[in-house]
C-alpha cells in the first residue's frame, strides 16, 4: 500500500485525541473509516502504532517513534508549499506573529501601519500570549515569528535584540505627583495605591522581583489581565501603575513618574525558529521592524 498524507493525519489526530471517535469528528469522517484507515497504515508498516486495550487510545513505543518523525514531515510540507507560493515582489503574502502582550499596547500599532503602507498585500495574523508559549509556536511551525524577551530561550529558537524596554511608574496628569520634581524614592511606593497587571504577565513578576528587592510593599488596589484597562483606571483615580515608558509616549493623559533606583531594563528581541523557511513576507517584517525602532527613537540594545 501507498502510504499517503492523510494517513499521517488520521494518525496524528487519534494520538492526539486517544479516542478515534473524537478524532473521526475533527477530521470529519467516519470512525470505520478511519480504523480501518490506521489499520492499513499499521498493515504497511509491519507494526502496532496504536495500543487500543485501554480506556483511551494510546501510541505504543512505535507509534511514538513514527508520530515524532511524522509530525516533522508535515510541518516541513507546509513549509514547502508557503515556500512554493511564496511571492517575492511582496504583492501577497501571508505573516503569522506573536507577541507578549504588553507589546499590543505601543508596538504592534505602528508595526501595522508600516506594513499595510509598504506592503498592502501581505495578509497579518497576530496572536497574543505568554512567551513560552511562543517559542513552543515557534518550533511547531504555528508562527513565522514572535516578540518578546530576551532569554533563556528554547533549543531551536534564534533572538535578534531590537531595543530595550524601560518600566516606569504611571500616573494621570491630574495626580498630586504628576509635577513632582525628580525621581520618586523607591521606599516611597510603599505609601501608594497601585494597580497593576495580573501575576500572569511576565511584566508583573518584574515588578514583583523590585518591590521585593527594595523591601517595598506596596497596596495593590486593582490587578487587570489589560493594559488597557489599567491606562483608563490610572486616567481616573488617583492610583498609580507600572508600564513600558513608551507606552506614556501615546497617552497624553498618562504622566511617567522617575523612581530612584530605577527599574532594571529589559532586552526585546524578535524571535523565530533557528533551521525556519523565512518567507519574503518574513524578511519584509524583519526589515521593517528594525527601521521602526530606529525611527521611533527606541534605546538600541546594548
Known amino acids: 500500500m501507498a502510504l499517503e498524507l ?3 493525519r488520521y494518525l496524528l489526530a487519534v494520538a492526539d485525541h486517544g479516542s478515534f471517535t473524537r478524532a473521526a469528528e475533527e477530521l470529519h469522517i467516519s470512525q470505520p473509516t478511519l480504523s480501518q484507515q490506521i ?9 502496532q502504532l496504536l495500543d487500543r486495550t485501554g480506556r483511551t487510545v494510546r501510541l505504543t513505543d512505535a507509534g511514538e517513534a513514527y508520530t515524532h518523525h511524522a509530525r ?23 505573516l503569522r506573529l506573536a507577541v507578549t502582550p ?6 504592534v500599532g505602528p508595526l501595522t501601519a508600516e506594513l499595510h503602507t509598504r506592503h498592502p498585500g501581505i495578509t497579518l495574523i497576530v496572536r497574543e500570549t505568554s512567551q513560552d508559549r511562543i517559542e513552543a509556536g515557534l518550533l ?7 516578540i518578546a524577551f530576551h532569554g533563556p530561550h528554547l533549543p531551536g529558537i534564534t533572538a535578534t535584540a531590537l531595543f530595550t524596554e524601560t518600566l516606569t511608574l504611571v500616573t494621570g496628569t491630574h495626580h498630586p505627583t504628576a509635577d513632582r520634581p525628580g525621581p520618586l524614592p523607591a521606599p516611597e511606593l510603599a505609601d501608594r495605591q497601585l494597580a497593576l497587571l495580573s501575576g ?10 523590585y518591590l521585593r528587592h527594595h523591601r517595598v510593599s506596596p497596596r495593590i488596589t486593582v490587578e487587570a489581565n489589560s493594559i488597557q484597562a489599567l491606562t483608563e483606571v490610572v486616567q481616573r483615580t488617583p492610583l498609580a501603575t507600572v508600564l513600558p515608558d513608551a507606552i506614556t509616549h501615546d497617552h497624553p493623559r498618562l504622566t511617567p513618574i522617575p523612581l ?6 529589559r532586552t526585546v528581541t524578535l524571535l523565530h525558529r533557528t533551521d525556519a523557511y523565512q518567507s519574503a513576507a518574513a524578511r519584509a517584517f524583519t526589515h521593517l521592524t528594525h527601521d521602526l525602532v530606529r525611527t521611533r527613537g527606541y534605546t538600541p540594545a546594548s
Open 140 to 146: 511547531a511551525d504555528e508562527f513565522d515569528l514572535g
Open 102 to 107: 504588553t507589546f499590543t499596547a505601543y508596538l
Open 72 to 94: 516533522s514531515a508535515l510541518r516541513d510540507l507546509a513549509a514547502a508549499e508557503r515556500a512554493v507560493h511564496d511571492v517575492q515582489n511582496l504583492s501577497r503574502g501571508h
Open 39 to 47: 489499520k492499513q497504515l499499521e498493515r504497511a508498516l509491519g507494526t
Open 200 to 209: 500572569d504577565f511576565a511584566t508583573r513578576s518584574h515588578i514583583d522581583a
Open 6 to 8: 492523510r494517513h499521517l
Open 260 to 265: 530612584d533606583p530605577a527599574f532594571p531594563t
